[in-house]
């Protein structure tokens, strides 16, 4: 099991009811996020571990809480402390989703950087 999984069964969520999906959240092929989409209901309350689980940037990540709460279906970030109940949190979520971005291009940046600079020096 893993740690996103298990943190939403120590939240009392039913197994049957945790949807996670295996491949990189870069991978465009989000089964379990498919599945979501269609057991959700008006009224239901979606738990993510960390506001960065939930889209590909940020882009994606707004189109899914716009999409969501088109459906009347909130989202809740246990890590973070936010949610997208009510409009303002809607608001903090898309900023704290850009910054999620940023700091994503900043690693891979980084990693990129330690890369070129390790084959320069022959590693």
Request: aromatic share 2%.
């Amino acid at each position: 099991m893993g740690l996103q999984a298990k943190v939403l069964q120590e939240e009392s969520i039913e197994g049957k009811r945790i949807f996670t999906d295996k491949v990189s959240v870069r991978h465009l092929d989000r089964e379990d996020l498919q599945r979501l989409r269609v057991k959700v209901e008006e009224g239901d309350l979606i738990l993510v571990k960390k506001l960065s689980q939930l889209g590909l940037d940020t882009a994606d990540m707004i189109q899914l809480i716009k999409e969501f709460d088109e459906m009347g279906v909130a989202i809740r970030f246990l890590d973070d402390g936010i949610s997208t109940e009510g409009a303002m949190s809607k608001i903090v979520v898309m900023i704290l989703s850009a910054v999620v971005q940023a700091e994503r291009q900043q690693i891979l940046e980084r990693t990129n950087e330690g890369r070129l600079e390790a084959k320069a020096k022959g590693g």
